[in-house]
Structure formats: C-alpha cells, structure tokens
C-alpha cells in the first residue's frame, strides 16, 4: 500500500525524510500501541489493540507471524537483550490480564507466563538486577519483583506508591538500580541488592507532581532522566542527585511555536541517540503529523524547531515511533530507513531517507518548518 507524502528539515546538513509505505495492521477501529526491534534488527514486534502482537521485517516490511494470548490490553512488549540472555529470539509482553508472557519469535508460540492474579493489571515490566535475573513489574499501586528463571516472585513493594506504577526500568549502566514512576506523580529509586523491600530498599524520591506517563534515562552515564507526564510537560532529572535541570510545563505550547502545522497536540516519546546529551522530544497532532523537537534543557529549559517533519503517513493519533538510525545518520542495517510509526489508524509507516529512489512522493514544502510570522492564539488541549 503506497502512499504519496513529503517531510522537509529546517537546517541543511539535518536529513530529508519522505513515506515509503504504509501498511494497514488490522480492519476497522483496531491500532498500534508499540512498535519493538530486535536485537538484530531482523524482526520487529507491534502491539495491537487486538490483544495481539505481530511481527514484520524492518527493511521489507514483510509480514513475519503472530503471537496471541493475551486476555485484556497490552501495555509494553520488548525483545530480550542478548547481554542478559541467551536467547534473543524472545519476546515478552505484559497486560492488563495481570501476566507477563514470553513468545518464541520463530514459531510464534507462548513459552512461559508468569501471573501477578487475575484481579492485578501490569503495565510496564524490566529485566535486571546485579545478575541480571530479576524481572520487575510495575502493577496497581505495587512494584513486582521475580526471579525469570524459575518464574519464583522474590519481593513485592507496596508502599512507596499509591497509584498506578506506569514505568518501571532498571537504569543502564547500574543494573541493580531500579527507577519506578507512577500516576500519583512519584518518581522512585531503588537499590535491588538482597533482600527488597520497601524500608531498606529505597534509595531516594522525585515528587514531578503530575500524572507521569513515559520515562527514560540519556547522557553521559544515563545520569540524566527524562519524563513526560499525561497533561503532556516535560521535565529533566539528574536521577543520582534527584535534582531538576529543567522543567517545561508547558512544552507543547513551546513545540507548536515553532513550526507552522497545528498545534501539538500530544507527546509521543522521547529521542536519545545514544551518546552525547542530546534529546529529542517527538510531539503529534491529532490529524496525524509528527515533528522531531530538540530539547535544550539547560538554564530554563527551551523547545527549538523541529529538525524533521514526518507528515502525509498517519491520520489520527501516533502511538509509537522507532527509529533506526539517530538524527545524524545510520547504520547500514537501516538501509536508509529513517524508522517506523504506528498509530491509532492502525497504519504501520516507513520512512526513507529522501534521496532514496524508492520514495513515492507528490510534494515538498520547506514552508513546513518555518517560524510563524505572527503569533497564534492556541488553544489547551485536553490529554486523551
């Protein structure tokens, strides 16, 4: 299924971007909520509003299996790494079923499922520990703790927050630190040596005060931690020091001034190319055009212009963006393939470098991310 559109950058040695194609996951109202790659880059993983996930091939697009089982909506997929195991060809997901499930990717059937009951719901699981053997889960108001390799649950914290805990991500480079975010807008690190609970195990808090939905770490070190909450500001941590570095309440109104679509209306994700202390915030609207903001997030914290504009792909809500290759260029394994994005249209995208030949495109227009001439009066959008 192709599709002709167009995205333009703003600066010169930035990257040109056009849709390659488009691929339509399900019939009806049915969407993508997460879109994972392999380790290898082989397969790629998208979670379904079907209670499904389905495989394809980045570079082809190509349909590969899929993996059903779950009861109720899954909240995050990922692959496992293949430094904490040996068998990179595994998927795990968790759900509002209160599981989280492993599929074998080559013949797509479910291995193991570890439940926290049928009256919890997990939404956000993590692999890690000193000795990579713990899997944590983030579940009503608790944080889950098991050993993966006998399914054996070790710990459960249950006082450090109130609400539902929406992330939960051991920090790279510090594997037995475990950072936990949550509806009741707490931010919680913890040491995952020994015996945990919640007296001796938590090692500091973050109050960010709002509803967190995304987090993740970035920078030398991944000192820095970034995170977007659900009335969509945006706010820079040092997680080691639980110090502010930035704080943009009002980051959407700041994105939206700076190019010449609609206003954003929503965050999807952030972007870190993986050194440096540089980040990318990817705001949407709700017709479906997404923009690649830079975050300076020193000193009071601003938003630039987007230095790339997918547009012309979605209609509706994007859920989910993967990229394969940072802003400045990829490797040869994306084979000029800027990424994918998902959304609530149920479309897959792909999207090419633009001096790629196998771009079908109608239009291009640098007017896309010019600065207004005259400010707009915008209107607060109301988090769905």
Known sequence: MEEATAMEVEEPK???????????????????????????????AVSLSTKAVKLYSPATGQFQGECKGHSDTINQIS???????????????CSSDGTVRAWDTRTFQ?????????????????????????????????IL??????????????????????????VPDNRN????????????????????????????????????????????????????????SLSIWDWKDARNEANLLEARSLASDSWTLDHVDYFVDCHYPGEGDSLWVIGGTNAGALGYFPVNHTGVGTIGSPEAILGGGHTGVVRSVLPMSSMKGGGAQSQGIFGWTGGEDGRLCCWLSDDSSEINRSWISSALVMKPSKARKKKRHNPY
């Open 14 to 44: 930035s990257k040109k971007f056009g849709l390659k194609n488009s691929i339509q996951t399900n019939f009806g109202n049915d969407y993508v909520f997460q879109i994972v790659p392999k380790d290898d880059w082989s397969s790629m």
């Open 79 to 93: 692959f496992s790494v293949s430094s904490s195991s040996s068998s990179p060809h595994v998927l795990h997901s």
């Open 110 to 142: 479910q291995v193991s499922c570890i439940s926290a009951g049928s009256s919890q719901e997990i939404f956000s699981f993590s692999f890690g520990g000193s000795n990579d053997y713990l899997l944590a889960a983030g579940a009503k108001s608790q």
């Open 145 to 170: 703790f098991w050993d993966w390799r006998n399914g054996k649950q070790v710990a459960c914290l249950e006082e450090s927050h109130i609400e539902d805990v929406t992330q939960v991500h051991f």
């Open 177 to 232: 630190k475990l950072l936990s975010a949550s509806v009741d807008g707490l931010m919680c690190i913890f040491n995952t040596d020994g015996d945990i609970n919640d007296d001796d195990n938590l090692e500091s808090v973050i109050n960010v005060g709002t509803s967190i939905g995304k987090v993740g770490f970035f920078g030398e070190k991944y000192k820095k931690l970034w995170c977007l909450t659900h009335i969509e």
